[in-house]
């Protein structure tokens, strides 16, 4: 059987502890959306292949939108900023698609600028993408996320974008926690 280890996590402080638990906990909120996004994403796109006509589809995606939006919006609404900031960085990672591209495929260009807007007004981006290997604050949630999957507090998900967690650990090192979090809005 393979295994994997990693490096013991060093904080310099208890305050960078609270940081990296306090956004551990964001992750583990969020993933589980990104996750059921993935799965929905394929089962629709299988069940849209069997359509031929383009309003019937239009009508299946529509009657899948209102079943999603029924299942989810109360639990989503209570999500703070910060939890929906890394569920669309997630959604990207889990798809492959940004949440922006998502809506504008499914819905329409108008409906993915609107729902853009509307996320704008909360300080957010449906076009965020998730960039491990650049950004730090990805970095971070890849790291969290890879160490929940080997102790199993998270059912790993195959990724759609190509991202090599031992192939770019090395670059963020000595990544200091609180300073990373705290310029998240930035």
Same mark, same amino acid.
């Given at each position: 059987?393979?295994?994997?280890?990693l490096?013991?996590?060093?904080?310099?402080?208890?305050? +960078?502890?609270?940081?990296? /638990?306090?956004?551990?906990?964001?992750?583990?909120n969020?993933?589980?959306?990104?996750?059921?996004?993935?799965?929905?994403?394929?089962?629709?796109?299988?069940?849209?292949?069997q359509?031929?006509?383009?309003?019937?589809?239009? &009508?299946?995606?529509?009657?899948?939108?209102?079943?999603?939006?029924?299942?989810?919006?109360? +639990?989503?609404? &209570?999500?703070?900023?910060?939890?929906?900031?890394?569920?669309?960085?997630?959604?990207h990672?889990?798809?492959?698609?940004?949440?922006?591209n998502?809506?504008?495929?499914?819905?329409?260009?108008?409906?993915?600028?609107w729902y853009?807007?509307?996320?704008?007004?909360? &300080?957010?981006?449906l076009?965020?993408? /998730?960039?491990?290997?650049?950004?730090?604050?990805?970095?971070?949630?890849?790291?969290i996320?890879?160490?929940?999957?080997?102790?199993?507090?998270?059912?790993?998900? +195959?990724?759609?974008?190509?991202?090599?967690?031992? &192939?770019?650990?090395?670059?963020f090192?000595?990544?200091?926690?609180?300073?990373?979090?705290?310029?998240?809005?930035?």
């Amino acid at each position: 059987d393979e295994v994997v280890v990693l490096n013991k996590l060093k904080f310099d402080s208890t305050k +960078e502890r609270n940081y990296y /638990y306090w956004y551990w906990k964001k992750v583990h909120n969020a993933y589980p959306y990104a996750k059921l996004a993935a799965v929905r994403l394929l089962q629709l796109n299988d069940q849209l292949s069997q359509i031929r006509s383009k309003s019937k589809r239009r &009508k299946h995606i529509r009657k899948m939108q209102k079943y999603m939006e029924n299942e989810f919006t109360d +639990e989503l609404k &209570k999500m703070t900023r910060t939890e929906g900031r890394i569920l669309i960085k997630l959604l990207h990672r889990q798809t492959g698609l940004t949440a922006f591209n998502l809506v504008k495929e499914y819905r329409s260009g108008w409906k993915a600028f609107w729902y853009n807007t509307t996320a704008n007004m909360f &300080k957010l981006s449906l076009k965020t993408e /998730y960039h491990p290997e650049n950004d730090p604050l990805d970095f971070l949630i890849e790291d969290i996320l890879q160490r929940s999957f080997l102790d199993g507090s998270l059912e790993k998900q +195959e990724t759609r974008l190509p991202i090599d967690y031992f &192939k770019i650990a090395p670059k963020f090192k000595n990544i200091d926690i609180v300073k990373v979090i705290n310029n998240r809005n930035k």
